[in-house]
C-alpha cells in the first residue's frame, strides 16, 4: 500500500519550463505546491560547469540530459498496421529529464506563432475554401485552438520578458519595423534585448536571401545578446558563442532556462516544494472519475506514495502529458478507426531539412563559433504568408542559416559521391568542414487522422506500465509543402555562392533515427468541443475540471515555428485563468 | 571569451572584401616570419620599436616584477590583436601604445609568432597566503553563483590554460598582471572585450580580484615552462 501524503493545494506532475511557472505563479498566490520531477536535481554550479559540460559524446551522441529510456522509452511504427517497437536510443526528438526538463537543453529559438496559426481552419476555409483543404488531403484534421492571437499577446510578451529574449521587432502594433520580420505577428513592444551579434554564415545568407527579394531577419534568441535582469529580480549574461547549446546546458547564465529564470525565486518560496527522482505513475480520480484526488508516485527508493491534492497540473513533456492522462483513464482515447475519441488524437511533429551549401575553400565559415539561436532567417515562405491557391498544399516552412555548433563529432559534411568511410572520407570532411554552411526548412505539421498516440498494447516500462505508442507519418501535403520549399532554398544557396548545393526537403517514411525536432506536438489538444479536443481554451480537462494539461501536447497542430514561446505564453494564459477564475469557483471554467 | 564577439563582428565586416579571416591585418602577401620576429624581440625594430625582451624578456617570461605579463606561449592569434588594439587605442597603456603603434601590422604577425611558439620557465615567487589562494581558486573554478559570476575557467579552460586562439591563459600568469588588468576593466581603459571581461570584473571587489590573480600565479602544469625549444612553426593560428 502507498503511504498516503499529506494534502496540498496543488500538485505538478514534471518541474520543467510549465511546471516550473505553474509553481511560482501559484505558490504565490499562498497555495501549497508539491513539484514531482521524475530526474534529479541540478543547477549551474555545479551541474553545468566547463569542461565537464563540453562532453560531446556524453550529451550529444549519448543523449546525458535525455528521458531515460531503458526506464520510460516511446515506442513507434509508421502506420496502424505496422507493430511498434521500443525506441532505445533517442534521436529523432529529445525529451529531456531531469529538474528545468527540456528546456534546459534547448536552443532558445524564441519564435511567435502566427495570428492564422490560432485560428488555421477558420483561416483556411476562408482563404482557400473547403474544397481547397479537402483536395490537400480528407484525412487531414487541422482545428481552431479555441484562444486567440490576441488574447496570448500578453503572455507572449511577458514571456519574452522573462526570458529576456534578444531579437529585432518586425512589427510592433501593426507598424512594420526595418530590420525585424516584417511577417510576424503585431507585438506590444520591441524585444526587451537587441539580438545576437550576425555570424559569418548568417551574412552570407542574408546576402543570398536579399539578392532574391526576401527579407532577412535576426532570429530572436533566449542566449542573451548583453546582461539583463528580469522581471523576477534574476540576472542573466551575455552568451559567448561557446558552440554548445542544444543537447547542453549553459554555463555562463546566458541561456533562459527554468534555473536561470525561474527557479531561483520558486525554490525560496516557503509554499513550494520540489521532490525529485520521483516518478508519477498515475493521476488518481475519485469514484465519479470527474474529480482527481491526487497523483500516485514512486521515489528513488522504490517507495510508493499518495499525495492528495485539490488540483494537479500535467506539466511533463507533451508525450508524457498524453501518457499520464492515457494511464489514468482521463478523457476517452482515439480510435483511429472511427475517428472517436479524443486523448492521443492529433499528434502532430515539425517538418524539417534543408540543403548543404558547399562554399569555395576561401569562405571559413567557422561553425563552431556559435550559439543555439545564431540564424539569420526569412519568413516569406512561413505559413500561410505566401498564396497557396495553386500550390495544393497548406503550410509552410521559416528557412534560415542556424548552425548551431561545429561540434566534431556531429558536423562533419560530405558533398554526394564522398565514400561514407575511410581515406577518403576523412579527406573530404577536413576539406569540407569549414567552408559548408547548412539552411534549415523548419516548419508546419499537418494533424491527420491516420496520427495518433496511444498505449502500446506489449510493451511496458520499469514500473509495469504501458509504454506510450507513436504512430506517425507525415501526411503527404506536408512532403508537397516541404518540396516546394526546397526548390526555392537551393536558390538561395545559389545565390549564396554555393559550389555544390544538395537539395534538402522532409520525405516519407518519417524515421526515429535521425535527427529533426523536439517539437512534439498535439494528444491531448485545446479547442472548443469535447468532442474534439481533451482541454478547453484554458487547458482544463474537460472530462476531470481539476486537471490541467499543460504546454505543446494541448496544440491542436503544429505552426511554422518552434514552439517554447508558445507554450510558455500557452501556459501563463492558462494560469491566468486558474489565479482570476478557477480559484475563485473551483469547476469547470467553460461548460462542456 | 574576450574576443569571439570581436571575431564575429569582425567577420561580418569583412565580407565584401572577400578576405577569409579576420585576423589577418597584416597584408596579404606576407609570410609570417617567426624568426624576424625573434629579431624584433631582441633588436626593436629601426622605426623606433624598443626591444620586447628588454621587459618581456626572450623568453616572453618578463621578470619577477609582475609589472609586466608573461607571454610566453600565448596565442599568436591573441598577441597580435592586443597590439594591434594599442595601437588603435581600443586598449589603452602608456608603455604598450607607443610601442606598438611603431610596429608595421606585419611586423607585429612576426613577433606574435614568435612570442607564441617560445617556451619560458617560471620563477619562484613569493606565494600570497592560502586563504586568499582558496578564496580565488573558488572564483576562478565555481564563479559565484549568487551574483551571476561566471567561474573564469568557464571561457579560460581547466586551470586557466587558455583556450587558444582566442581565449589568453592564465595560468601561471603574474598576479600583479591579472590585478592590474581586472582593474583595468574596471575602470574603462581595456575596452577591447567590454560586454564580456568588464562586465566580469566590474563585479568583483578589490579582495577577490587579488584573490584570482594570487590563485592563477601559482597553477602551472608540471609539464610546462621546463624548456625553452625557442621559434617554432608559426602561423599555427
Redesign the interface.
Known amino acids: 500500500m502507498p503511504t498516503r501524503l499529506k494534502p496540498v493545494d496543488v500538485v505538478t506532475i514534471g518541474v520543467g519550463l510549465t511546471g516550473s511557472m505553474a509553481g511560482l505563479e501559484l505558490a504565490e498566490t499562498g497555495l501549497k505546491v508539491v513539484g514531482l520531477e521524475r530526474g534529479g536535481g541540478r543547477?549551474?554550479?555545479?551541474d553545468f560547469?566547463?569542461?565537464a559540460i563540453h562532453d560531446e559524446l556524453r550529451f550529444s551522441i549519448r543523449k546525458g540530459m535525455m528521458q531515460d529510456n531503458t526506464k520510460v522509452a516511446v515506442t513507434f511504427r509508421n502506420d496502424s498496421h505496422q507493430t511498434a517497437l521500443p525506441i532505445r536510443r533517442w534521436e529523432s526528438f529529445l525529451p529531456g529529464q531531469g529538474l528545468g526538463g527540456s528546456f534546459v537543453h534547448w536552443n532558445g529559438q524564441s519564435f511567435r506563432f502566427q495570428v492564422a496559426d490560432f485560428i488555421y481552419r477558420t483561416h483556411i476555409l476562408e482563404r482557400y475554401g473547403k474544397k481547397f483543404l479537402d483536395a490537400c488531403g480528407p484525412e487531414l484534421t487541422i482545428q481552431d485552438w479555441g484562444v486567440t492571437y490576441d488574447e496570448l499577446e500578453a503572455h507572449y510578451d511577458r514571456f519574452d520578458y522573462l526570458c529576456g529574449v534578444s531579437g529585432k521587432a518586425g512589427n510592433i502594433k501593426g507598424q512594420i519595423q526595418p530590420g525585424g520580420n516584417p511577417f510576424e505577428a503585431p507585438r506590444s513592444r520591441e524585444y526587451p534585448n537587441p539580438p545576437m551579434?550576425?555570424?559569418?554564415f548568417g551574412?552570407?545568407f542574408r546576402?543570398g536571401a536579399e539578392s532574391l527579394g526576401y527579407h532577412p531577419y535576426p532570429q530572436p534568441s533566449a542566449n542573451l545578446s548583453?546582461?539583463y535582469t528580469n522581471p523576477l529580480g534574476l540576472?542573466?549574461?551575455?552568451c559567448?558563442?561557446?558552440g554548445f547549446c542544444e543537447r547542453y546546458a549553459c554555463?555562463?547564465?546566458a541561456k533562459a532556462s527554468p534555473q536561470t529564470v525561474i527557479l531561483p525565486v520558486l525554490l525560496k518560496n516557503p509554499n513550494y516544494e520540489l521532490r525529485t527522482n520521483c516518478e508519477v505513475l498515475r493521476i488518481n480520480l475519485d469514484s465519479t472519475r470527474k474529480k482527481a484526488t491526487g497523483v500516485t508516485y514512486v521515489d528513488a527508493a522504490g517507495q510508493e506514495f499518495e499525495q492528495p491534492a485539490d488540483l494537479v497540473l500535467i506539466t511533463a513533456f507533451p508525450l508524457n502529458n498524453v501518457r499520464t492522462l492515457l494511464l489514468s483513464g482521463i478523457g476517452e482515447p482515439y480510435d483511429p478507426k472511427t475517428a472517436k475519441g479524443v486523448v492521443g488524437r492529433n499528434y502532430t511533429y515539425q517538418t524539417t531539412g534543408g540543403p548543404t551549401v558547399f562554399m569555395d575553400e576561401?569562405?571559413?565559415v567557422?561553425p563552431f563559433?556559435s550559439s543555439g539561436a545564431p540564424g539569420t532567417m526569412i519568413d516569406d515562405f512561413g505559413g500561410d504568408n505566401f498564396d497557396h491557391s495553386n500550390l495544393g498544399f497548406i503550410g509552410g516552412q521559416y528557412v534560415g542559416s542556424i548552425m548551431t555548433n561545429g561540434r566534431p563529432i556531429e558536423f562533419h559534411p560530405t558533398p554526394p559521391g564522398t565514400p561514407k568511410w575511410g581515406l577518403e572520407w576523412k579527406r573530404a570532411v577536413a576539406h569540407h568542414y569549414n567552408h559548408t554552411i547548412l539552411i534549415q526548412q523548419h516548419g508546419t505539421s499537418t494533424a491527420s487522422r491516420l496520427n495518433y498516440l496511444d498505449l502500446d498494447p506489449t510493451y511496458k516500462d520499469a514500473w509495469g506500465q504501458p509504454l506510450l505508442r507513436m504512430t506517425f507519418d507525415f501526411p503527404d501535403n506536408d512532403i508537397r509543402m516541404s518540396q516546394y520549399i526546397a526548390d526555392k532554398v537551393v536558390e538561395i544557396g545559389r545565390a549564396m555562392g554555393g559550389k555544390t548545393v544538395v537539395r534538402g526537403g522532409t520525405k516519407r517514411p518519417y524515421t526515429t533515427t535521425v535527427y529533426q525536432s523536439t517539437h512534439n506536438c498535439g494528444g491531448a489538444i485545446m479547442g472548443d468541443d469535447p468532442k474534439t479536443s481533451v482541454v478547453n481554451r484554458y487547458l482544463q480537462c474537460w472530462e476531470v475540471p481539476n486537471v490541467f494539461s499543460l504546454g505543446a501536447s494541448a496544440f491542436p497542430q503544429n505552426g511554422t515555428y518552434n514552439y517554447s514561446l508558445t507554450i510558455g505564453a500557452t501556459t501563463l494564459w492558462a494560469l491566468d485563468a486558474i489565479k482570476t477564475k478557477y480559484l475563485k469557483a473551483p469547476g469547470p471554467l467553460v461548460p462542456a | 571569451m574576450i574576443c569571439r564577439h570581436l571575431f564575429l563582428a569582425a567577420a561580418a565586416a569583412l565580407i565584401p572584401l572577400g578576405l577569409a579571416t579576420p585576423a589577418q591585418s597584416q597584408s596579404q602577401a606576407h609570410q609570417v616570419d617567426a624568426k624576424h620576429g625573434a629579431v624584433i624581440a631582441a633588436q626593436g625594430t629601426a622605426a623606433g620599436a624598443p626591444a620586447c625582451a628588454q621587459c618581456h624578456a626572450f623568453s616572453g617570461g618578463s621578470d619577477a616584477s609582475g609589472a609586466f605579463p608573461r607571454i610566453a606561449g600565448q596565442s599568436a592569434y591573441y598577441l597580435s590583436g592586443q597590439l594591434s588594439d594599442f595601437a588603435s587605442g581600443v586598449r589603452e597603456s602608456a608603455i604598450m601604445s607607443p610601442v606598438a603603434k611603431a610596429l608595421s601590422p606585419d611586423e607585429i604577425a612576426d613577433v606574435a609568432a614568435y612570442y607564441a611558439g617560445v617556451k619560458a620557465p617560471f620563477l619562484p615567487l613569493e606565494a600570497a597566503g592560502p586563504a586568499l589562494i582558496k578564496q580565488g581558486e573558488g572564483l576562478a573554478k565555481v564563479g559565484d553563483a549568487a551574483r551571476k559570476v561566471q567561474s573564469c575557467d568557464n571561457c579560460h579552460g581547466p586551470g586557466g590554460a587558455g583556450e587558444p586562439p582566442v581565449i589568453p591563459y592564465l595560468a601561471g600568469q603574474y598576479a600583479h598582471y591579472i590585478e592590474f588588468t581586472l582593474q583595468m576593466w574596471q575602470k574603462g581603459f581595456r575596452k577591447n572585450s567590454p560586454d564580456a571581461m568588464a562586465v566580469i570584473a566590474k563585479k568583483l571587489d578589490d579582495q577577490e580580484v587579488a584573490a584570482v590573480a594570487a590563485y592563477y600565479q601559482q597553477v602551472h602544469s608540471p609539464l610546462e615552462g621546463t624548456e625553452s625549444q625557442g621559434a617554432t612553426s608559426p602561423g599555427k593560428d
Do not use: G, W
Not at chain 1, 197 to 200: A, D, I, R
Open positions: 543547477d549551474t554550479v555545479p560547469q566547463s569542461p551579434k550576425e555570424t559569418y551574412a552570407i546576402k548583453r546582461p540576472k542573466l549574461e551575455q559567448v558563442f561557446c554555463e555562463h547564465y576561401s569562405i571559413n567557422n563559433m
